[in-house]
T-cell receptor
Framework: DGGITQSPKYLFRKEGQNVTLSCEQN?????MYWYRQDPGQGLRLIYYSQIVNDFQKGDIAEGYSVSREKKESFPLTVTSAQKNPTAFYLC????????????????FGEGSRLTVL | QKEVEQNSGPLSVPEGAIASLNCTYSDRGSQSFFWYRQYSGKSPELIMFIYSNGDKEDGRFTAQLNKASQYVSLLIRDSQPSDSATYLCAVTGSYIPTFGRGTSLIVHP
């Protein structure tokens, strides 16, 4: 089945550690996104990528890094510079075109919950 | 900065009633408008999208858009306990979606 796979679902990090969240999609979508969600909050954009080998900062990129070496993959690294990383992280994808039938809908993975010990 | 505002709620309605969820946005250049439903601990799923002024109906759901007032709403008719969730409004300009904080809906029997 086509979809987006995020791993791990749950992750614990010690102070000072970098951790990487995986996101893989087989929908052949051009665009991929990383959002962060805190309790009672909406989704805040961390990074997005429209094409391979290119990505842009979102509203809260500080302390995070990404890569887009393959169309299918968009991993997110939470670095030790991110002072409050405990949150629910959501990866999403969408077609980047405005062709007929393209709703602009985001397709989400199941999310990764990161907790700092 | 582009902003999308929603009342966080909770909005509590009895089973069978109409639930009305509202959203305002700041960017007049916004082109696409979406409502996502998110159950606790889960990822969002698309409920409705709307591009043009007016109403769009899909089953028990109706999305309403008024670009002049920068306002989009979602009506849920015959609300069911299974509709209890957080509803996220998302507004897209240049393919970058901006989300509101979400409105928590509780449908009680």
């Amino acid at each position: 089945d086509g979809g987006i796979t995020q791993s791990p679902k749950y992750l614990f990090r010690k102070e000072g550690q970098n951790v990487t969240l995986s996101c893989e999609q087989n929908l052949n979508h051009d665009a991929m996104y990383w959002y962060r969600q805190d309790p009672g909050q909406g989704l805040r954009l961390i990074y997005y990528s429209q094409i391979v080998n290119d990505f842009q900062k979102g509203d809260i990129a500080e302390g995070y890094s990404v890569s887009r070496e393959k169309k299918e993959s968009f991993p997110l690294t939470v670095t030790s510079a991110q002072k409050n990383p405990t949150a629910f992280y959501l990866c999403a994808s969408s077609p980047w075109t405005s062709g007929i039938g393209d709703t602009g809908e985001l397709f989400f993975g199941e999310g990764s919950r990161l907790t700092v010990l | 900065q582009k902003e999308v505002e929603q009342n966080s709620g909770p909005l509590s309605v009895p089973e069978g009633a109409i639930a009305s969820l509202n959203c305002t946005y700041s960017d007049r250049g916004s082109q696409s408008f979406f409502w996502y439903r998110q159950y606790s601990g889960k990822s969002p799923e698309l409920i409705m999208f709307i591009y043009s002024n007016g109403d769009k109906e899909d089953g028990r759901f109706t999305a309403q858009l008024n670009k002049a007032s920068q306002y989009v709403s979602l009506l849920i008719r015959d609300s069911q306990p299974s509709d209890s969730a957080t509803y996220l409004c998302a507004v897209t300009g240049s393919y970058i979606p901006t989300f509101g904080r979400g409105t928590s809906l509780i449908v009680h029997p």
